[in-house]
């Protein structure tokens, strides 16, 4: 069944679309990510039940501004990273292109949806189920959700480095990586915010 066949059954008209690379921006929160992230979710794993989808990254915290790409974090068990990148190749995801991109034993995924007369890009995180690196992206999550004074923080720190220049999506998410780095490392006792040297 194809990626809207799928769509349809949930009374749901949205189809996994091509993918244009841009220049990262600074957007505001849109409380509609998170429903096309849910019914992405879905029909992910409708397509391979044995796969597990997250909804990561800034749209994943409301109020939070960021890219405005809708980040998902799909966790395979071990062995099986053939079967999800095959479940979401044939959903109409394309691979990941340039010089920067994800080896494809961690790849990601990537493409658009449109919904409600909005386009939204994704990216999709392959990862197997227990590695570092998903729990890490797990952790940060619910971290900006728990702490409103740190997703404040994290937003000053993406204008800032939106105003040194860095527009490259890669060198963006790059620099963004300190931070990250860094909310991850610190201790969390009394609060996170104030073991952190922004």
């Known amino acids: 069944m194809n990626a809207y066949a ?47 989808v ?22 395979y068990e071990p062995g ?9 190749d044939h959903m109409g995801f394309q691979r990941q292109g340039g010089a920067d991109a994800f080896p494809e034993s961690r790849p990601m995924r990537v493409g658009s949806i449109e919904y409600l007369g909005r386009a939204y890009r994704i990216h999709a995180h392959v990862i197997e189920a227990g590695h570092s690196e998903a729990r890490d992206l797990l952790k940060f999550r619910d971290l900006l959700r728990s702490d409103a004074e740190l997703s404040r923080c994290y937003e000053a720190e993406k204008r800032a480095i939106l105003a040194r220049g860095v527009t490259k999506s890669t060198e963006y998410s790059n620099a963004k990586g300190e931070f990250i780095q860094r909310v991850l490392t610190a201790d969390c006792n009394p609060t996170l915010t104030e073991r952190i040297t922004f």
Do not use: F
Not at 80 to 88: G, H, M, N, Q, W
């Open 54 to 75: 997250e909804h990561i990254g800034s749209t994943a915290v409301p109020g939070c501004w960021g890219k405005g790409i809708i980040d998902l974090l799909v966790t």
């Open 80 to 88: 099986c990273l053939r079967s999800a990148k095959d479940t979401l």
């Open 6 to 52: 799928q769509c349809k059954r949930r009374n749901l008209s949205m189809l996994i679309g091509s993918y244009t690379p841009t220049a990262a921006h600074y957007l505001p929160s849109n409380w509609e990510s998170s429903r096309v992230a849910a019914n992405l979710a879905a029909g992910i794993v409708e397509s391979n039940p044995r796969l597990n």
